[in-house]
């Protein structure tokens, strides 16, 4: 199929040739799926304006009598009527030379607006006709200099072409409801009916997801598994001795999937989906046991120093400190570099740390497992640097709302499982509520700090001088001021204690705030986002997220996982003057996954075959409306 049907054309400009090939139709079936964008239905005109709903009908075609022509500014409009002698007004613009005569019946075709004040209907047309002369008409994406009939010449010559073969047998394509790929292309670039329209675009659609698989079976190179002993499980089993409470039944179950895998030498490529306070970090500790246990290298990589800090801590008091080390920003060159030679020496190491443990000067030897915590906190450039060895490394990603990307991957890509883990039940679900008044989210602050509790205020800016063009947005300069002067005017008799700390501090700074906080030192704590992880403070029950219309799904779900992370009943109040769906989900489920599945549906998944990580490509965009025929491409492209 890669054959240039623009060559079989004597009559063809080497600038139409150009031309063509710049916008990628250089083969037959690159032109035939050069589908139109939409079609205009000339045999489906609608003739009474009482069919219709009084809201915008867009891509619509009307069938008016004229009565009367008025020039306009930069146009024309004629006033007509429908069968039933309602009044439409008919609006052509950037033309005067159009000229219907009253009595006329056309068919106009645009966008109709019902007039609630006037009470009549008005319609912006882009087409129109004297006469129902062709039944359907395809309208395509312009090309540069090149008009439509030549493109239709081009696309019936590519009709012709012997290169377009089917490459579907006829027993399939009957049992699967499959069009005949040369009946199907016709009909889509020269329609007659509506019904064998769409059951061509089903061919069309089949076709670019059958390629799509085809291209993303072949980027997968089937990775080779490290093998791992887990017959004995020994550091593991001494570790959930050790532990203060028991592992529920998510994360037993979740272990189980991993060593079974493992047991298989079955390469893993896993998604460790749970809401923050599930226990997500028992299950990356469970996969650094394994490296000890088998002398292999273990990369655990957190996206904040003092995420990764409070990972190194725990790791290292269950695995010893003799097997667990720390790289951060914060490291000296010295250690780093004693780091280093014992990773090259092949010691069995479980580095924990921020970006510094993906740096190139930093040297494995035997890395086994990569474990990422707080995946949508990274780049895929940043997640993909680790996997680069050959052998591949086992990856564990975690985050309790995946980024698009990834649940594309996993429901459409086949390239990552997904292991779903569940809090345990003494969590109360957090309260949600969307609320217009600050007002309103001061006091129910002022409640929990009277029950002794504490709460968090979110702003998406650090400054006032950061909202120049952002008037309505709160920083966090200007909310401690607010904050502090609201509860000495409404509630004197109390010292609200109120702190902040921003990204511009210094990271020691931060921490003694943080560790202040957390020690009751303040009764409220004003941040940017830079406590959306790593930050655990068991005693407060309540965020108040400001302007949280600023914020993106998967932050406000990973903010709002700051409180009720203890038996207490938690609250999290999303403040916005403007009503927005954001709120709504959030408001509307707790659940992790549920809100990434939103985030899929809003941001869109991005593209499989580059860095892009949301957005929607077309072939995605088929992916996500037309499922079954996807699942039915990914079928017969397996079974070929």
């Given at each position: ?166 490459y ?50 072949s ?45 298989s ?50 790791f290292?008091g ?17 250690e ?46 940043q ?7 050959k ?82 947005v ?60 790593g ?17 993106g ?7 709002r ?6 038996n ?29 599945q ?43």
């Amino acid at each position: 199929m890669a054959k240039n049907i623009i060559t079989s054309l004597s009559d063809i400009s080497q600038n139409k040739l150009k031309q063509l090939n710049e916008v990628g139709l250089n083969t037959a079936m690159n032109i035939l799926q050069y589908v139109p964008r939409r079609y205009i239905f000339w045999n489906e005109p609608v003739t009474n304006m009482s069919v219709l709903t009084k809201e915008d009908h867009k891509n619509i075609v009307l069938k008016l009598k004229v009565c009367k022509r008025r020039d306009i500014n930069k146009g024309i409009m004629y006033s007509c009527v429908d069968e039933k002698q309602t009044w439409v007004n008919v609006f052509i613009f950037y033309s005067r030379y159009i000229n219907f005569s009253n009595g006329d019946y056309i068919w106009f075709y645009g966008t109709a607006k019902y007039n609630f004040e006037y009470k009549n209907w008005s319609m912006s047309a882009s087409a129109h006709r004297k006469a129902n002369e062709i039944s359907i008409e395809p309208v395509y994406s312009k090309i540069k200099g090149m008009s439509t009939e030549y493109l239709g010449m081009v696309i019936r010559a590519a009709l012709k072409d012997n290169s377009v073969k089917e490459y579907i047998s006829s027993d399939i394509r009957i049992s699967n409801n499959i069009m005949d790929i040369q009946a199907a292309y016709n009909i889509i670039h020269f329609p007659k009916d509506r019904l064998a329209l769409n059951h061509a675009m089903r061919r069309y659609i089949f076709d670019v997801l059958y390629e799509y698989v085809s291209v993303i079976d072949s980027g997968i190179v089937a990775k080779e598994a490290i093998p791992l002993n887990v017959s004995s499980l020994i550091t593991w089993n001494m570790i959930k001795t050790r532990l203060p409470f028991s592992l529920t039944g998510s994360q037993n179950d979740a272990v189980k999937q991993l060593v079974f895998k493992l047991a298989s030498d079955e390469y893993i490529n896993t998604l460790i989906q749970g809401d923050v306070g599930s226990g997500k970090t028992m299950l990356a500790l469970f996969a650094a046991s394994v490296c000890v246990d088998n002398n292999k290298q273990c990369a655990v990589l957190a996206p904040t120093e003092v995420l990764a800090k409070q990972h190194y801590e725990e790791f290292s008091g269950y695995l010893g400190k003799e097997h667990v080390v720390f790289l951060g920003g914060s490291t000296k060159v010295s250690e780093k570099k004693e780091i280093n030679k014992r990773l090259e020496n092949g010691e069995p190491l479980v580095v924990v740390g921020t970006h510094a443990i993906i740096q190139k000067t930093v040297k494995y030897t035997s890395l086994s497992f990569v474990v990422i915590d707080e995946q949508h906190r990274f780049g895929l450039e940043q997640r993909a640097a680790l996997m680069h060895m050959k052998p591949a490394p086992h990856l564990m990603i975690m985050s309790a709302t995946p980024i698009p990307r990834t649940m594309a991957e996993a429901a459409y890509g086949d390239q990552i499982d997904v292991i779903n883990i569940q809090k345990p039940a003494i969590r109360l679900p957090v309260k949600t509520a969307s609320i217009r008044s600050t007002d309103v989210g001061y006091e129910s602050i002022y409640n929990e700090v009277l029950k002794g509790h504490q709460a968090y205020i979110i702003c998406p800016l650090i400054e006032e001088s950061e909202s120049e063009r952002m008037n309505d947005v709160q920083s966090v300069s200007q909310e401690e001021n607010s904050c502090n002067k609201y509860f000495r005017q409404k509630h004197p008799d109390k010292n609200v204690r109120i702190v902040s700390i921003n990204g511009k501090m210094k990271k020691e700074e931060i921490e003694i705030i943080i560790n202040d906080f957390k020690a009751g030192k303040y009764d409220i704590l004003i941040s940017t986002t830079i406590i959306e992880v790593g930050v655990n403070v068991p005693n407060t029950t309540v965020i108040l997220i400001r302007n949280s219309e600023r914020f993106g799904l998967a932050t406000l779900h990973q903010l709002r996982g700051r409180v009720g992370r203890s038996n207490l009943q938690s609250y999290c109040l999303l403040q916005s003057e403007k009503e927005n769906e954001r709120n709504e989900i959030m408001c509307k489920t707790n659940d992790g996954y549920e809100i990434a599945q939103y985030d899929l549906q809003l941001r869109g998944p991005g593209n499989f075959l580059s860095s892009q990580q949301s957005g929607f490509s077309k072939q995605m965009q088929m992916m996500l409306a037309y499922p079954d025929i996807y699942q039915l491409a990914k079928k017969i492209y397996h079974n070929r």
